[in-house]
């Protein structure tokens, strides 16, 4: 059969969120997808035996609840179990211990500074007002401001209720909250530098920006709106790896009758009369169908899978811009034993929770500058986690999984194309930074898997390998995401749509993306909406 | 019997209101919150650190809580099995040797006192289990039978260990059977040199088994498992009666006392239930030549059912604490929530319900009254019920055999 009523490209997480709603509405869907295995970066692979990694995306907290229960993704496998605590490492040597538990991370700040351990409450609260605002939009679709539709305009009004009902002050605050830096915002509140780098680390995730650089304050809020449970800002583990969160997606997507091909590459997005009819393989197959979603990237899609003479003016121009920069790497390490690390305290909390190395807001800009210059950060940013030390699924019994995603890395050298030499160099850095937190770290190494922007742009195909599909700055969020004018779903050419994260809401495996284009589609077709409200549309 | 009784007195420690378990020197180290509560006037974990820790490690992981305090009945003697075929709706003449059965007991109107599992230890040699005391009712049963009765609550420390790796810890622990057992099987085996029974069952609708010794091994045999997770292992972690509560809702396991009000401590006449009402008509063999309650169960299966215990999802994300439940929203009032929890598995509200059949029939709709509060301001919503027919939490691996390995 050649001839689909949607053909999603790519089968990652949002592909199959949307694939999954289409065929749940009736329609009969396929998705394409380039490798042998699905995924896209929410994937879990066998890459040593006896290890289960998640290559690419590597924790769980944006997944909008409301989805994982209406597709019943339980049922297909997906569980996601939350971490307890952390620990932030400083330059010299000090630790900070976080815990979940409210109470126990007040005890554990109150060690290293009394008054930020007080002042976290005021940084909390307005931290959770901002959340709470955006929070209610990731399951919508954002109003066109210039558009006089009454859906448009009833969408704006509220999105301007929400915001006047923060009251003037609080108003001017987030406005200013907008621009700022994750560093400079923090410097309102917190006086200890460890505990500022550590806050901060969060405003730099996954983009080509610094601690001091402006804009970062609001991804910081991107990475603390999540939430596990009900508990906000909490982080979570699929178990069985990332991978679980795809696979259960393609599960509720089969069980609707949806399709899935591997192998399927896409060469070209076919165009006629300005209407999108299909797609061509990249063995040359052609398949047709009356609606082409694609969850690749804003770039990719329009740069690599479309003719430029297909596309309205300016749109290629504004695809080729599109701010997708390469800035982070990601080495996953297989080990034979749990590693220790200086100044940590054994405990039950904290053995269940991620590591980030900070060192402190200097030596994070530091690591910019080197990124900045075209190099990796001599001296990197990284957040890592061991998940086998609470999934039993991902490691043999006894030995362990480490994740570890590092900042910063570039996805073009000043000094040449990326070489296999220069990634292991790169990777060694990563070894030699941990070993000085934990003595004996390297000869627990069984095997090691290290991706620059370079590997991972190549193996899931995200150009530069920005995990979010295009930065989370001001610029190409809400309305202006993935550009001005195109923010619902919609693309120039007719019954053409996209799904990825380089749409509202953006990255962070939520599966809103993939939900609310799902529901833009489903709206054009005059079909009945089958994508649930979220579970806090109305607080 | 008699014995047992001064025996206990003597035990009684008069300076703790509630009596620790053989356990309790680890229970007390591993408990952080310090969070207790009384289980049949035993000192017991609520919880011990971090709810959701608890509540994954039953999902996720290998959990151990502390079973001690509930009612044990040891019977035997000539009539033994003759007893519990009277005692117990289920017909277990059957029951063979190193097997279980799940029973509800009902008093002569065919009201629930309990529900219970019966162990056959060896040939003849039965232990119940019970959630409520219930020495006084075994004693008035057993007028007219060659029957020995004995309350072993206090002589037998238990742990019931459970989720997806506890097969694998337990076997790392020193128990090499553990794979032969199947769902309802016994095994008397030795570990580190001391005697346990293991038996295959729980309260949490996962892969579980429930450890049995005497008090004196109590700490051996807690420490024989916790030195698989101190070896690097598996994360075993010890779990409260709160992570209990999610899980066994999840489940569909009822708790007598909590969804319903049991027979035995019912002064008002119409909060006593039949085995029907709450659900447990699979367990009443109605074809069995006596037991206690058939008269009244033989009426009232002949009329239609005035009510249920109904597993109810609950919409949205807002706990339906003590709702009311309507046929409508603002419709007439039919029901009541008993217990609830929010599923962090399945991401729901699910709750067990008391709601009206009128005309002997499930209402067609069921809506929750919510009050909930943001910032100590209380508001009020409305939420559509979904009854589920069948467990809301069932895994293959609960009864596969042998069991898998995660």
């Known amino acids: ?539 | 019997m008699p014995s047992t009784i001064i025996q206990d007195i003597n035990q009684h420690n008069f300076h703790e209101v509630l009596k620790p378990t053989p356990f309790h020197p680890r229970v007390d180290h591993d408990c952080l919150t310090k969070n207790w509560m009384d289980w049949n006037g035993y000192l017991t974990a609520r919880t011990y650190d971090t709810l959701a820790a608890e509540y994954f490690a039953i999902r996720s992981s290998c959990s151990v809580m502390d079973l001690t305090p509930m009612g044990k009945y040891r019977i035997n003697g000539p009539d033994a099995n003759k007893f519990l075929n009277r005692l117990v709706t289920r017909d277990v003449s059957m029951l063979r040797p190193q097997r279980v059965s799940y029973v509800v007991m009902c008093n002569d109107e065919g009201k629930v006192l309990d529900d219970a599992t019966i162990f056959h230890l060896n040939e003849g040699d039965y232990r119940l289990c019970c959630q409520h005391h219930q020495l006084d009712w075994l004693m008035i049963s057993s007028l007219g039978m060659d029957v020995s009765i004995k309350e072993e609550t206090h002589d037998i420390a238990a742990l019931a260990v459970q989720g997806p790796t506890s097969a694998s810890a337990l076997k790392l622990a020193g128990i090499d059977e553990i794979g032969q057992l199947k769902p309802y099987d016994i095994l008397h085996t030795q570990l580190h040199g001391f005697e346990v029974m293991v038996s295959r069952t729980g309260y949490t609708g996962d892969l579980g088994y429930e450890l049995w010794t005497s008090p004196d091994n109590a700490l051996s045999m807690w420490d024989a498992i916790f030195e698989v997770k101190q070896k690097g292992f598996y994360d075993i972690r010890t779990i409260g009666l709160s992570a209990l509560e999610m899980v066994r809702i999840e489940a569909g396991f009822i708790l007598p006392g909590d969804d319903f009000n049991t027979a035995e401590t019912a002064i008002r006449a119409d909060r006593v239930r039949s085995p029907y009402e709450v659900g447990l008509g699979w367990v009443v063999n109605l074809d069995k030549p006596n037991f206690t309650g058939k008269r009244a169960l033989l009426d009232e299966k002949k009329k239609p059912i005035k009510r249920r215990l109904l597993r109810l999802e609950v919409s949205g994300n807002k706990a339906p604490q003590d709702s009311f439940l309507y046929a409508g929203k603002g419709g007439k009032r039919i029901g009541t929530i008993m217990t609830q929890i929010w599923s962090p598995i399945l991401k729901a509200n699910l709750a067990m319900a008391d709601v009206e059949f009128a005309g002997g029939s499930q209402p067609s709709e069921i809506w929750a009254e919510i009050y909930y509060q943001k910032e100590l301001e209380w508001r009020v919503s409305w939420a559509k019920g979904k009854v589920w027919n069948k467990p809301f939490w069932s895994h293959p691996r609960r009864s596969a055999s042998p069991p898998d390995s995660y």
């Open chain 1, 1 to 539: 059969m050649n001839q689909y009523d949607a053909i999603v490209i790519g089968a990652g997480h949002n592909g199959l969120t949307n694939a999954a709603y289409l065929a749940k509405a009736g329609l009969e869907v396929l998705v394409v997808e380039k490798n042998d295995y699905i995924g896209g970066a929410a994937v879990s692979r066998e890459l040593h035996e006896g290890w289960i990694y998640s290559s690419c995306s590597y924790v769980c907290s944006m997944m909008r609840q409301a989805i994982h229960r209406d597709l019943n993704l339980t049922k297909h496998g997906l569980i996601l179990v939350p971490y307890l605590g952390n620990v932030a490492f400083g330059d010299n040597g000090e630790t900070l211990v976080g815990y979940t538990d409210e109470e126990a991370n007040y005890n554990a700040l109150r060690k290293i500074s009394p008054h930020d351990a007080d002042a976290m409450f005021r940084l909390h609260a307005d931290l959770a007002r901002y959340a709470q605002l955006i929070r209610k939009t990731l399951l919508r679709t954002p109003p066109d401001p210039t558009s006089f539709r009454p859906r448009d305009v009833n969408e704006l009004l509220w999105f301007a209720k929400q915001f006047w009902g923060l009251g003037e002050k609080e108003l001017y605050e987030y406005i200013r909250f907008f621009t700022m830096s994750a560093a400079d915002y923090l410097e309102d509140y917190l006086e200890n530098d460890l505990i500022k780098a550590t806050m901060a680390s969060a405003g730099i995730i996954g983009t080509a920006l610094g601690v001091y650089s402006p804009g970062s304050a609001y991804i910081l809020l991107h990475h603390v709106m999540g939430d596990v449970d009900g508990n906000i800002g909490a982080w979570g583990l699929a178990r069985g790896g990332m991978g679980a969160i795809s696979q259960s997606l393609a599960g509720a997507l089969q069980e609707s009758g949806g399709e899935i091909r591997l192998n399927a590459g896409v060469r070209k997005i076919l165009v006629k009369k300005q209407k999108a009819v299909g797609v061509v393989l990249e063995n040359g197959d052609e398949l047709y169908a009356n609606i082409v979603v694609s969850n690749l990237d804003a770039k990719r899609t329009f740069t690599q899978c479309m003719d430029e003479d297909d596309l309205p003016p300016g749109i290629f121009k504004k695809a080729k811009n599109f701010k997708i920069r390469g800035s982070s790497g990601k080495v996953n390490i297989a080990l034979s034993g749990l590693p220790k690390f200086n100044g940590v305290p054994n405990n039950r909390y904290v053995n269940r929770g991620g590591q980030a190395f900070v060192g402190s807001l200097e030596t994070m800009e530091r690591a910019y500058d080197d990124w900045k210059h075209g190099c990796w950060s001599k001296d990197p940013f990284i957040e890592s986690v061991i998940p086998s030390a609470w999934d039993p699924t991902v490691a043999p019994p006894g030995k362990h999984w480490m994740s570890n995603f590092v900042q910063y890395c570039p996805a073009e050298l000043a000094d040449g194309p990326w070489t296999p030499e220069k990634r292991n160099t790169f990777g060694q850095i990563i070894v030699d930074k941990i070993e000085r937190y934990s003595p004996g770290f390297r000869e627990l190494i069984v095997h090691m898997e290290v991706r620059t922007p370079h590997e991972i742009e190549a193996e899931v195909g995200l150009t530069e390998g920005n995990i979010f599909q295009g930065e989370l700055t001001i610029d190409q969020l809400l309305f202006n995401r993935p550009f001005p004018g195109y923010a619902q779903y919609r693309m120039p050419v007719k019954n053409m749509y996209m799904c990825g994260s380089s749409t509202h809401p953006g990255g962070g495996v939520s599966s809103a993306c993939g939900a609310n284009a799902a529901r833009e589609i489903l709206m054009d077709l005059r079909l009945g909406n089958t994508v649930p409200d979220d579970d806090f549309y109305d607080e």
